[in-house]
């Protein structure tokens, strides 16, 4: 005995045997190996105690009576399910066909008499080896499926909190946009994202993330809050890319970035404006003509370049009611076929070329996608905005938690914003916020920020650049004013904006005057307004507009001095 | 091989084994093997109770060194299914009188251990 190997771990195990002595003999062998030993004397005994005890280990001679081992072996590995319960058939049965009938119940091994211990305990330590083994697997797979139970939960809520970010925009309720997107694109980085300003333009990001997955994901959360926070704080797409850029290029790991298209689409000033950093190229789509005109990126993705090195550069095109702007991002492109040929620009552009009714355009791009690779990827998106007039002017978005009891109601201040800061600070969302401590302003604040936004650019454009508006008559000119537009900016280095803020309290509620001065030449305020408002014609369109929006409006120093009125009544 | 009655090399082998438990494994097989002595004599008639008796009678004998009797079982369960009447029964007096053969030898090796 002491020449035989140490036993790991004693295991119990059943022996079912008719003989006695072969029994006795049995099972003296097994208990001096270190093992614990059950004794059945037919196969229905062995059962019931493998029910009752269930050993690791069955020996299980083959005839016996009541119920042979063949049976017996059957339910016994019926009993022990996905576990692997060894059971060796102590048996000098010859012929190939009992040994078969032996592996068919689910034998695993055999054991001759005369019964030799060495080989016994040799295939007894076997036999354990292959258990353990089927045990860890099953261990394992089990906890493999738990692991994947658990990323499977992540993953949903993690889609949930991002949907509800995602979504908490104007992205389905405006009814201007039409979007696609595939149910996992979020976790293969793609991000969708609108919201009005102040003024009721919409601001539209879509974004894609590199990588995939979880880490993909992530950076969606602060992007999506820096967006929806700025935009309806009323900042433009300069000071939002810049804040988003240094924002991903604080978290993100080097290795990760966003690739983003960033729109601002004016129904008011019939225009888009749009900043493309690595994204295919979008187009923005005149319907009267059928022209494309492409949305190129000239910028490196988000969250690439440190805040000196960052160019916020916009471009703007003209767009007439109707027209539409598209997006896509590269999961359309990059459709592969079998052969790994990419979808491609090419075959895009021939989906445009044959489309004949512009609302069917996703579904014709989506037919050719299933018609070039047979399958969806699941890092499609696809969004495509018309410019729609009467956006409603929307109220400030934030809620505010004061009652209005201590609202200031009597006071002035002035501001003059010289050279250096007119390059590259805009103070319209800080004063919009300074006049928004009045309560009564509030429900204007729509209103109270188109018409400081208009008159602050007549003031910046026209005044201190200099720029004259009928440039804009023609698509081409447009694209020269805001050429001109940042040349100017760039080499500016005198100049001024003053603005003056008055409030006053009146018997009914109140008053707010807003003075906006600038150093330039002026203008003949009588010829302008004469002009008829003229859909065709790109200029002239914002004092129109000022004109509707508040109370009273007066120009005075040649139209370098432009006032405006905006009153509100007693408080519920 | 059909000489050797009782293999002694088994028998030592088992004795080291067994150790105290050596007697009874003795005890056992001598009654045991009585009963199926009997069974076979009273299964003449039954070619697939011979076979069946024989195959178990064939192990217990092999394991306790008993190499002829369990050459005779071999045969016996083997030939169960072929083998006439005749040979048969040739064959369980064959294992009767084997069986009365060695019985004395393990009644005195089991006498080394009384008391």
Redesign the interface.
Known sequence: MSSLAPVLEPLTILIAEDSAADLLLLSTIIRRQGHQVLTATNGAQAVELFTRERPQLVLMDALMPVMDGFEAARRIKQLAGEALVPIIFLTSLRESEALAQCLDAGGDDFLPKPYNQLILAAKINAMDRLRRLQATVLQQRDQIARHHDYLLHEQRAAKAVFDKVAHSGCINAAPNIRYLQSPYALFNGDLLLAAYTPSGDMHVLLGDFTGHGLPAAVGAMPLAEVFYGMTAKGYGLAQTLREMNAKLKRILPVDMFCCATLLCLSAQRRVVEVWNGGMPEGYVHEVATGKRTPLVSRHLPLGVLSAQAFDDGTEVWPMALGDRVFLLSDGVLDTADANDQLFGAERLQQVFAANREPDRLFEDIERALAAFRGQARDDVSMVEITLQAGQPLRAAEPVYADSGQSCPLDWSVSFEFRAQTLKSYNPLPYLLQLLLEIHGLRGQSGALYSVMAELYSNALEHGVLELDSRLKRDAQGFADYYRQRNERLGQLNSGYVRVHVQVVPTATGGKMTLRIEDRGPGFDVEQVLARPMDVDRLSGRGLSLVRQLSSDVRWSDGGRSVCVEFCWGALA | MAEIHLDPD?LSG?QE??EG?YP??LD??L???QKRVEALRKARDDAKALG?IA??F???S????AVRLAELCRRLEDGSAQLTRVDLDELVDEIDQEFALVRPLYEHERQRFQL
């Open positions: 088994v088992l084994v067994m438990e009874k494994l056992t097989f009654d045991d093997s069946r195959h178990s064939k192990g217990s092999g394991n306790l060194g």
